[in-house]
T-cell receptor, first 114, second 114 residues
């Protein structure tokens, strides 16, 4: 148990659906992240939040919308996704959004877009 | 060009044999280097990291890695593997000037056989 919890573990959605992924960390960290893990591709950073403010956004399509209401919770709102968005979405947290910080990952949400 | 390169996508070894998982980095990343491990159906966990100082870094579960500046490498080693080491291993480094980002290699799947 890493202290980072993601729900749901699995999600199947159609291209017209709207759904949200949830992440919660119980570590008292100030930074939270969304990563995308696709088959045969490196992990891709999507968003970084530090003290509830977005500090990095790696050219992610607008059909992915993050929300960080407080330092313990992070959401990823999904709408009108494409089949190529099917992947494992990993949430992570760290003490601060520094380049040498240890990341604590959740177990991920396996997303399938039909 | 990919900034963190893991040359082997799969490495099969027998139990109790030594293993080396290779990682090379480019000048586009900083010299903060990390190895993460992902066990089946789980998120990533930090194995070890190099920030500065001694070039030989010891991590959890008996793993170690050596930072080699002249060869721009950060290979991961274990003298004797166990079945439980079967997992995917990721080398990572933050790009220069980034805040909280990590560039991950494509991963190496280590399969330990009895």
């Amino acid at each position: 148990e890493t202290g980072v919890t993601q729900t749901p573990r699995h999600l199947v959605m159609g291209m017209t659906n709207k759904k949200s992924l949830k992440c919660e960390q119980h570590l008292g960290h100030n930074a939270m992240y969304w990563y995308k893990q696709s088959a045969k591709k490196p992990l891709e950073l999507m968003f970084v939040y530090s003290l509830e403010e977005r500090v990095e956004n790696n050219s992610v399509p607008s059909r992915f919308s993050p929300e960080c209401p407080n330092s313990s919770h992070l959401f990823l709102h999904l709408h009108t996704l494409q089949p190529e968005d099917s992947a494992l979405y990993l949430c992570a947290s760290s003490s601060h959004a520094g380049t040498n910080e240890k990341l604590f990952f959740g177990s991920g949400t396996q997303l399938s877009v039909l | 060009a990919q900034s963190v390169t893991q040359l082997d996508s799969q490495v099969p070894v027998f139990e109790e044999a030594p293993v080396e998982l290779r990682c090379n980095y480019s000048s586009s990343v900083s010299v903060y280097l990390f190895w993460y491990v992902q066990y089946p159906n789980q998120g990533l966990q930090l194995l070890l990291k190099y920030l500065s100082g001694s070039t030989l870094v010891k991590g959890i579960n008996g793993f170690e890695a050596e930072f080699n500046k002249s060869q721009t490498s950060f290979h991961l080693r274990k003298p004797s593997v166990h079945i439980s080491d079967t997992a995917e291993y990721f080398c990572a480094s933050p790009p220069r000037g980034s805040q909280g980002n990590l560039i991950f290699g494509k991963g190496t799947k280590l399969s330990v056989k009895p």
